[in-house]
């Protein structure tokens, strides 16, 4: 049999979760998985009926008659924001800190209770609705990481109105796009946000993107920044002049469980970017049981998602999962390296933080940046740890593991998309025995397989392409204003009711997953499809090496050969030893086939705003072609930056 993707590295180490651990869990025992293999529809059902608060309970459970349209809960009515705040307070619980936000300059806190949040909510729904909004439309969102984004967010899901976040990084072109496609009548924003010290003018690039965007009839502009912004009377309307002055009491909208609760914008690297559909009830379920199971969270847990709430990670484990979970949450506004390495580190230690879910790109950075930014602090308030966004090389994993989490917390690798609303794969802290870069198994509920070609499941140990084969209540519901590209993309290759996720992945002999990375990116050299996750980890795995990324790049005898762009560790210099070194190093982890042709050192990689490494631009520099289209990197300039560095050590 030919391998979709042949697998080749062989990580050993095996960490089954601390007695300690299991013994207060909330889940401590893997009966769970039986239960919900043995009629899946029973077992959501039962944990809708008891976790969320309905006005009115559903008898539907799933309605899966016209597959890719799937519906859940179908007859049922709630309103999520009366199920992440009025509930709580209403049973006694509104004096709970739901977010400790803490801003970038230095001294910023504000604490704010779940009483506070439902009044402020509140407010900020009134205040929509006085500039038009209405159940049934869209608004856009374009803010910093403050507490008036959670707030504006909910305030939406209280008036029945779909948010769209568009993440405060993205240009002003591409937030008219997304405004436009979703045809939104506001938008909510700050004057600016705080970057790494800088002030990104929010409101500028707003008024420049409504140039475009002729259905919006109102701009509500939050102060943040402080400096002078352009007025346009009629349409703009500041936040502190309408929403405090607001009532504190707004009655949640009934919506039914399939009603839209929120578009979420994903950029493919590069065709248009998708409008993913999220509804209501199912959504919410996800969020709150994924929440539970992975986090283990407890009533007096420190949760900490370092996420920004323009990416799905923040709507579902900063605002919804949490909150509807009555969780206290830390809520940080600036990025990990500013105003020093030591900032989250400090931020643990200060609010004693006892969970820690951030992305294998900061740790990867962390590592680079030396242990000594975390040495000072006491970080002995951590009980687990999670990671989220891309696979996370082993040796990543270890370093996270000895010096953030003491050898002791156990690590959550979290595998999701966009599209499934919430955690699909994970381990379960206190039943799962742990391996480093393996996101283990599927979720109770969750059926995951890795398939061939032709979509049969391949036998353990081998890789191929990951699907999900059967509804789950967070999945995507369309793609808005396109079911025609829903389908084709996500429900077309193995079938109308198999969801092809677009990575590649390997189960080991214990039927755990290891993810491979999107599948578009596999490298074939001289027949063999091999994973960019495993050569990469096998680079990462030398001391000297911080970070990697691995593409295919033609080549006139291979086929394709593999060039490896690496990031040193901090103090490290490069030379042709080392070279010579890191190329001899994967020959002996991997295999001599899979050696890199070229090894190129960098000081940087091409990320997306969301931190995943483009390398299509990478096989741009590689090839010594012109560059293609930059506009979605966080810093389009590194890419020049790094096509200079390649020339010179190539002589071109
Ligand atoms: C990748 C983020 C390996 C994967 C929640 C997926 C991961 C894409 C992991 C979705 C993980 C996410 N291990 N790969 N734990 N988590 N990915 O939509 O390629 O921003 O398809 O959602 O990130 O990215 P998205």
Not at 233 to 240: A, Q
Not at 430 to 442: F, W
Not at 538 to 552: C, F, Q, S, Y
Request: aromatic share 8%.
């Amino acid at each position: 049999m030919v391998e979709a993707i042949e697998t080749l590295l062989e990580e050993r180490r095996r960490i089954p979760p601390p007695a300690a651990f299991t013994a207060a869990a909330r889940v401590a025992d893997a009966t769970i998985y039986d239960e919900a293999a043995t009629d899946f529809r029973a077992f959501w059902m039962g944990h809708a009926l008891r976790e969320i608060s309905w006005f009115r309970e559903p008898t539907e459970i799933l309605d899966d008659r016209n597959p890719p349209f799937y519906r859940w809960f179908a007859d049922g009515e709630l309103n999520v924001s009366y199920n992440c705040l009025d509930r709580h307070v209403a049973a006694g619980g509104g004096d709970k800190v739901a977010y400790t936000w803490i801003g970038e300059p230095a001294d910023e806190e504000r604490v704010l209770t779940y009483s506070d949040l439902l009044a402020e909510v509140s407010r900020c729904a009134n205040a929509l609705r006085e500039l038009g909004v209405r159940k049934g439309d869209r608004v856009a969102i374009y803010m910093g990481m403050v507490p008036e984004l959670p707030v504006a967010m909910l305030a939406c899901a209280r008036l029945g109105a779909a948010h769209s976040v568009v993440f405060g990084g993205f240009s002003a072109a591409a937030l008219a796009d997304r405004i436009n496609d979703a045809s939104c009548n506001v938008v909510i924003t700050c004057d600016g946000a705080w970057r790494r010290g800088q002030v990104v003018p929010l409101k500028v690039l707003v008024d420049e993107a409504l140039v475009s965007t002729p259905g919006v009839e109102h701009v509500l502009v939050l102060r943040r920044t402080g400096q002078e912004v352009a007025w346009q009377e009629g349409r703009d309307v500041w936040w502190h002049d309408v929403v405090p002055a607001a009532s504190p009491e707004c009655a949640p909208e009934r919506m039914n469980a399939e009603d839209v609760l929120y578009l979420l914008y994903t950029s493919g690297t590069t065709a248009k970017p998708k409008g993913i559909c999220h509804t209501t009830a199912g959504y919410l379920l996800g969020c709150i049981m994924s929440h539970q199971w992975v986090f283990d969270v407890r009533p007096d847990d420190v949760y900490w998602c370092a996420a920004d709430c323009g990416w799905v990670t923040g709507h579902s484990y900063i605002v919804y999962g949490p909150l509807a979970n009555h969780t206290t949450g830390v809520m940080y506004e600036g990025t990990p390296e500013h105003p020093s390495w030591s900032r989250h580190w400090e931020i643990v230690q200060r609010h004693r933080v006892s969970i820690y879910y951030t992305a294998p790109t900061a740790i990867r950075a962390f590592v680079k940046a030396g242990d000594e930014h975390l040495a000072r602090f006491d970080l002995s308030s951590l009980r687990l740890l999670g990671t989220v966004g891309e696979p996370i090389n082993p040796e990543a994993w270890m370093w996270y593991h000895s010096r953030v989490g003491r050898g002791e917390c156990p690590i959550v690798d979290t595998w999701w998309q966009t599209e499934t609303g919430s955690i699909m794969i994970a381990p379960l802290p206190g039943v799962t025995t742990i391996k480093p870069g393996s996101a283990t198994r599927a979720l109770p509920g969750v059926v995951a397989q890795v398939v061939d070609e032709q979509g049969a499941e391949v036998p353990l140990g081998s890789g191929g392409y990951l699907v999900l084969k059967q509804p789950w209540p967070s999945m995507l519901r369309t793609l808005w204003g396109d079911d025609d590209r829903f389908v084709s993309t996500y429900w077309s290759r193995f079938g109308r009711d198999v969801y092809f996720t677009g990575d590649g992945a390997r189960r080991d002999e214990d039927g755990d997953f290891w993810l491979l990375g999107r599948v578009d990116d596999v490298i074939n050299v001289a027949g063999h499809r091999i994973s960019t996750t495993e050569i990469e980890s096998a680079l990462v795995g030398h001391p000297a090496v911080a970070e990697a990324a691995a593409i295919g790049a033609h080549d006139a005898i291979k086929g394709e050969q593999i060039c490896a762009f690496v990031i040193l560790k901090d103090g490290i210099d490069q030379s042709v030893e080392l070279r010579g070194a890191l190329v001899a190093h994967v020959a002996t982890q991997i295999g001599k086939f899979a050696r890199p042709g070229m090894l190129l050192f960098t000081t940087d990689l091409p990320k997306t705003r969301s931190g995943k490494i483009m390398r299509r631009l990478l096989k741009d520099v590689a090839e010594g072609r012109e560059l293609g289209d930059a506009t979605t990197l966080r810093d389009p300039a590194i890419v020049l930056a790094i096509k200079s560095q390649a020339d010179a050590q190539l002589g071109r």
